[in-house]
């Protein structure tokens, strides 16, 4: 089955200029905007211009030049926010949702950055 992407979805709506963002970062093909709801002391959201649903469908159908690009983008605020840990910084955590087990409220593919504070385990014990 193919990726079936949504143009309804929020971050879509955002990337249209339908809805306003907290803008942290933006180049040719990504876009990095504070969450809305945020979960730590820095939380953002880095998301792909292009229309991909999830992790997996940006890595297998992205051009190269928005994957590298994309990839810059998260080192760039990483570093920005004093994250890096070659740059002195207690690092961070990067989180991608996908589909029902992943739990996944908006369905156009978005990196998480989280830091700020120790985040805890990464799973729950279930
Ligand atoms: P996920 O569960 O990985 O799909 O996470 C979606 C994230 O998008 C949540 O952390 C929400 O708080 C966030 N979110 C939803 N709407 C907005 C918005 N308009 N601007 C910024 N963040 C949003």
């Known amino acids: 089955m193919p990726h079936a992407y949504d143009d309804q979805n929020v ?5 249209r200029g339908e809805i306003p963002n907290d803008t942290v970062l933006e180049t040719e093909h990504t876009l990095a905007f504070n969450d809305i709801g945020p979960q730590a002391p820095v939380h953002v959201l880095v998301i792909p211009k292009g229309a991909y649903v999830s992790h997996d469908h940006f890595c297998a159908e992205a051009e190269d030049a928005e994957l590298l690009d994309f990839a810059r983008a998260t080192a760039r605020i990483v570093a920005e926010k004093g994250l890096s ?13 996908a589909g029902v087990h992943g739990v996944q409220e908006v369905p ?4 998480h950055i989280l830091g700020g504070r120790r985040l805890g385990r990464m799973l729950e014990k279930t």
Not at 11 to 15: D, E
Not at 85 to 96: D, K
Not at 108 to 111: E, G, N, P
């Open 108 to 111: 156009h593919y978005h990196l």
């Open 11 to 15: 971050f879509a709506k955002i990337l």
């Open 85 to 97: 840990l070659a740059e002195g910084g207690a690092g961070y955590r990067v989180i991608s949702n």
